[in-house]
């Protein structure tokens, strides 16, 4: 039984950092097909940032340059540093692994696999 439990959001003024993780439990592929992806209310969900199969990490384009996505397989943590907040980051983030988001977002069919989701945390930003 995989499950995936995000942690670290919260509110910060614009131009701050927060370091978001997402502790994997019961997940054994070295947290590559796993990513990060965020929605805010009334918007479709959007692609942050993934590792492919081979651990490669991908981002949303607008995006690179103030995140960085990374992990560490001894704790099984997947993070997301997030630098320069702006307004528009505020959302609800969440990390899933394999499935067609991920599959998607990393451009590698193997990371086509069962799909999994954490509940979100939560990031807002105030101006």
């Known amino acids: 039984q995989v499950q995936l439990v995000e942690s670290g959001g919260g509110s910060v003024q614009a131009g701050g950092s927060l370091r978001l993780s997402c502790t994997a439990f019961?997940?054994?592929?070295?947290?590559?097909?796993m990513g990060w992806f965020r929605q805010v209310p009334g918007k479709e969900r959007e692609g942050v940032a993934s590792?492919?199969?081979?651990?490669?990490?991908s981002y949303e384009f607008s995006l690179k340059g103030r995140f960085t996505i990374s992990k560490d397989n001894a704790k099984n943590t997947l993070y997301l540093q997030m630098n320069n907040l702006e307004p528009e980051d505020a959302a609800m983030y969440y990390c899933a692994a394999e499935g067609p988001a991920i599959a998607t977002m990393t451009q590698d069919p193997t990371c086509y696999g069962r799909d999994y989701w954490g509940k979100g945390t939560l990031v807002t930003i105030s101006s």
């Open positions: 019961g997940y054994t592929h070295s947290m590559n097909c």
């Open positions: 590792f492919d199969s081979d651990g490669r990490a």
